[in-house]
Nanobody, 123 residues
Framework: QVQLVESGGGLVQAGGSLRLSCTAS????????MRWYRQAPGKQRDLVAH???????NYADSVKGRFTISRDNAKNTVYLQMNSLKPEDTGVYYC?????????????????WGQGTQVTVSS
């Protein structure tokens, strides 16, 4: 079964740091773009950071200069290093990836989501 599993969330004081990880597992032959989204209570899910298969990155304006997205293709893992955290960074963080998956003798690309990891920043 193909899945994305996140880890690394938690409770941190304002100004602190956390690193989120998201690992893809299962019958995968390709990992394309990977993204981190954030959903605050009562709000929509917003894109935080994006990394292409070639390593190009882009960020939401609210996290530029504080967050860094990276990937380790050998480990099928994407990271989100979050520094100088603010209370407004609080939310559930979701990993999203376009994965090439094998189903029997067939191949196709599907969009996958992780289960989410809670990040809470106290003031």
């Amino acid at each position: 079964q193909v899945q994305l599993v996140e880890s690394g969330g938690g409770l941190v004081q304002a100004g602190g740091s956390l690193r989120l990880s998201c690992t893809a597992s299962g019958s995968i032959f390709s990992i394309n773009d990977m993204r981190w989204y954030r959903q605050a209570p009562g709000k929509q899910r917003d894109l935080v950071a994006h990394i292409t298969s070639g390593g190009s990155t882009n960020y939401a304006d609210s996290v530029k200069g504080r967050f860094t997205i990276s990937r380790d293709n050998a480990k099928n893992t994407v990271y989100l290093q979050m520094n100088s955290l603010k209370p407004e960074d609080t939310g559930v963080y979701y990993c999203n990836a376009l994965l090439g998956v094998r189903i029997g003798d067939r191949k196709r690309f599907d969009d996958f989501w992780g289960q989410g990891t809670q990040v809470t920043v106290s003031s």
